[in-house]
C-alpha cells in the first residue's frame, strides 16, 4: 500500500513541476539589445518619424513605424485602436514583443522597451509624427 501511495504522490509532485515550468517559460520576457534598438532609430529617423517628416494621416506615420519594427522581428504586444487618432495631437506607448518564429502565435514580450507614437496636426491633411523605442 505505501508503494502505490508513493508512486501517486511522484507523479502529483511531476506534475506540479511540468506546470511550474510551463508557466515559467510563459512568463519570460526578453530585453530589447542595442543590436535592435539603434538600427530601428536609425530607419524611424530615415523614414521621417523623427518629426521631420509630414503625414497625410497620424496613421501613416504609426503605419511607417509599425512596418520598420516589423523588418527587424519585432511586433506589436497590444492592440491599437484608432480612438488614439481622434485628436489633434496625442502620445501613447505601445508594448512590444520579439516574433517567434518557431510558434507565431506566441510572441515574446520585450521587458524593457516600448514604442512611443507622438503626433501633432500641423495644418489640414499635415501631420507630424514621432516615433521612438523608450
Known amino acids: 500500500m505505501k508503494n ?3 508512486r501517486v504522490a511522484t507523479r502529483y509532485m511531476a506534475r506540479i513541476a511540468r506546470r511550474a515550468n510551463r508557466l515559467r517559460l510563459a512568463s519570460a520576457s526578453l530585453r530589447m539589445t542595442p543590436a535592435v534598438k539603434r538600427p530601428a532609430t536609425a530607419a524611424f529617423k530615415r ?6 517628416g509630414r503625414f497625410r494621416k497620424a496613421e501613416q506615420g ?9 523588418d527587424l ?7 491599437v485602436s484608432s480612438h488614439q487618432f481622434r485628436r489633434e495631437s ?11 518564429q518557431e510558434d507565431i502565435f506566441s510572441p515574446i514580450p520585450i521587458s524593457n522597451s516600448m514604442l512611443v507614437i507622438q503626433y501633432t496636426k ?3 491633411d499635415r501631420y ?4 521612438y523605442l523608450s
Open 4 to 6: 502505490a501511495a508513493q
Open 90 to 100: 496625442n502620445e501613447f506607448t505601445i508594448r512590444l514583443a520579439y516574433t517567434n
Open 62 to 70: 504609426y503605419s511607417l513605424a509599425v512596418d520598420v519594427l516589423q
Open 122 to 124: 500641423l495644418e489640414d
Open 128 to 131: 507630424e509624427v514621432l516615433a
Open 47 to 52: 523614414a521621417g518619424l523623427d518629426g521631420n
Open 73 to 79: 522581428g519585432v511586433e506589436l504586444d497590444e492592440v
